[in-house]
C-alpha cells in the first residue's frame, strides 16, 4: 500500500549551558520537547553531561558543547545549521553574544524563520541599547522571542522586524489542590547574590536568635557547572554556622520530583533584587504558585505580578528579615487561603504555552514528501 505522507519538519534547540537541572533550563527545554513531539522532530544541542536528563525518546539529545569552548563551538554550530541545513534554530535562553555570533556565521544573509532567539530578560543600559540598535540596522532575519511586554518594546523600538511576545510557559505540572497545611518557608533554585540570598541567611539568624522554630529549607545549589559567587560562599558559610535547628539546607541540585516536593505546604521566599528582577522573569515563581505555594516577593518586579491578581503572595518594598519574618506569620495564620489563591493563580498562568512558538516553526515550512509503503 502506498500513500503520501508530510514529515515533521525538524527543529534543532540550542542550549549550551545544559549539563544536569540546575536552574531552569532544562525544565524550560523539556517542556518544549514534550509539546513540539507531536508536531516537529527535535534535535538537541546540549551540554556533554546532558544524554541522561530524561527527555522523550523521540527527542535527539546531542551533547556537544564543552564549558571552556562553548563559544568557539557555538559559532562553529551557528555556521553549520545556519550555511548548510534548512532547519530552524532555536537558542533558548539567548543572550547579546547570540546575536553576534549569529551575525558572524550566518554571513551576511539569512532567511526568514530560520533562526529564533528567547530572550528572558534584557538590561536596559545605553549601552546595550545601542548595541542592539547597531544589531538590528545589520538587517539579520532572526526572530527574537521575549518574554515580557517591555521587553518586546525594546527590541521593536530598536529596529527588529520580527520581534514575538512569548510569556515564560508554565513547566510545571498543576497541583491537584488536595488538602496540604503549611510545612515550612522555603528558599528553591541557585543560590547567588542577586537573588538576595544574604537575606535569607538574615532570616534564618533572626529566627534562631529569637528561640523560634519555624522550619524553613534552604535550597542551596550552584549555578550551572557548580559555580558560587563569592559573597554567595560567604553567605554559605554564615548558614552553615548559624545554629539553627529546624534548617533543612539541600546543597545538591535536585531532580524534578524532589524539586517540586519541596513546594508542598511551603511559603516561597524569593528576596530577590528589585532592580535586577524589575522586568526579569522567574521560575521559581510560576513553580511555585503552580504547585500551590505562596509567595512573598519585591513589589514593583515581574515577580509581584505574578501573583496580584489572585492575591497569591505578599510584595515587599524591604526584602530584610524582619518585613520577611513578618509577611510570613501573616500568611501561615492564614495559609489555606494563601495556598487556595497560589494555585488559582497558577491555574491561571498554566494557559500559557509554546503554541505561538511552534505555529512560528511550522509556518510556510516545505515539508517533503514521502510515500510510505
Known amino acids: 500500500m502506498t500513500g503520501d505522507a508530510r514529515a515533521?519538519?525538524?527543529?534543532?534547540?540550542?542550549?549550551?549551558?545544559?549539563?544536569?537541572?540546575?536552574?531552569?533550563?532544562?525544565?524550560?527545554?523539556?517542556?518544549?520537547?514534550?509539546?513540539?513531539?507531536?508536531?516537529?522532530?527535535?534535535?538537541?544541542?546540549?551540554?556533554?553531561?546532558?544524554?541522561?536528563?530524561?527527555?522523550?525518546?523521540?527527542?535527539?539529545?546531542?551533547?556537544?558543547?564543552?564549558?571552556?569552548?562553548r563559544l568557539l563551538q557555538l559559532l562553529m554550530l551557528f555556521r553549520r545549521l545556519l550555511r548548510v541545513r534548512d532547519e530552524p534554530v532555536v537558542v533558548m535562553t539567548a543572550r547579546r553574544f547570540d546575536l553576534t555570533l549569529a551575525r558572524l556565521a550566518a554571513g551576511g544573509a539569512l532567511k526568514p524563520?530560520?533562526?529564533?532567539?528567547?530572550?528572558?530578560?534584557?538590561?536596559?543600559?545605553?549601552?546595550?541599547?545601542?548595541?542592539?540598535?547597531?544589531?538590528?540596522?545589520?538587517?539579520?532575519?532572526?526572530?527574537?522571542?521575549?518574554?515580557?511586554?517591555?521587553?518586546?518594546?525594546?527590541?521593536?523600538?530598536?529596529?527588529?522586524?520580527?520581534?514575538?511576545?512569548?510569556p515564560y510557559p508554565t513547566t510545571a505540572v498543576p497541583a491537584d489542590g488536595g488538602d496540604a497545611g503549611f510545612r515550612h518557608l522555603l528558599y528553591a533554585g541557585a543560590a547567588r547574590a542577586d537573588k538576595g540570598f544574604r537575606h535569607v541567611v538574615d532570616l534564618v539568624e533572626l529566627l534562631h536568635q529569637r528561640g523560634m522554630q519555624v522550619p524553613i529549607t534552604v535550597q542551596a545549589s550552584a549555578e550551572h557547572y557548580g559555580k558560587y559567587d563569592e559573597a554567595t560562599r560567604a553567605n554559605l558559610r554564615r548558614l552553615e554556622h548559624s545554629g539553627y535547628a529546624s534548617l533543612r539546607l539541600a546543597r545538591e541540585t535536585l531532580d524534578p520530583v524532589q524539586y517540586a516536593e519541596l513546594f508542598w505546604g511551603a511559603i516561597c521566599l524569593q528576596p530577590y533584587e528589585k532592580d535586577d528582577f524589575r522586568d526579569r522573569v522567574s521560575g521559581v515563581t510560576l513553580d511555585a504558585l503552580t504547585y500551590g505555594a505562596p509567595v512573598i516577593g519585591p513589589a514593583g518586579t515581574w515577580i509581584a505580578r505574578q501573583f496580584a491578581e489572585n492575591s497569591a503572595g505578599v510584595a515587599l518594598e524591604d526584602m530584610g528579615a524582619e518585613s520577611m519574618l513578618g509577611a510570613a506569620q501573616t500568611m501561615m495564620a492564614s495559609y489555606d487561603r494563601y495556598r487556595a489563591n497560589a494555585l488559582a493563580?497558577?491555574?491561571?498562568?498554566?494557559?500559557?504555552?509554546?503554541?505561538?512558538?511552534?505555529s512560528l516553526l511550522q509556518e510556510n515550512a516545505q515539508f517533503p514528501q514521502q510515500a510510505v509503503a
Open 345 to 358: 493563580a497558577g491555574r491561571r498562568l498554566s494557559a500559557r504555552s509554546w503554541a505561538p512558538l511552534l
Open 8 to 69: 515533521k519538519r525538524t527543529v534543532h534547540v540550542v542550549e549550551p549551558t545544559l549539563e544536569d537541572y540546575a536552574g531552569h533550563c532544562h525544565a524550560l527545554v523539556r517542556s518544549f520537547c514534550d509539546a513540539a513531539g507531536g508536531r516537529l522532530n527535535v534535535k538537541l544541542w546540549a551540554g556533554r553531561n546532558a544524554a541522561n536528563l530524561g527527555f522523550a525518546p523521540q527527542v535527539e539529545v546531542l551533547p556537544y558543547f564543552r564549558r571552556r569552548l
Open 113 to 166: 524563520g530560520r533562526l529564533f532567539l528567547y530572550f528572558h530578560w534584557f538590561r536596559q543600559t545605553p549601552k546595550h541599547i545601542a548595541y542592539l540598535r547597531k544589531a538590528a540596522a545589520a538587517r539579520l532575519q532572526v526572530t527574537i522571542l521575549a518574554t515580557t511586554e517591555s521587553a518586546t518594546a525594546v527590541f521593536e523600538s530598536a529596529g527588529f522586524e520580527r520581534v514575538v511576545y512569548l
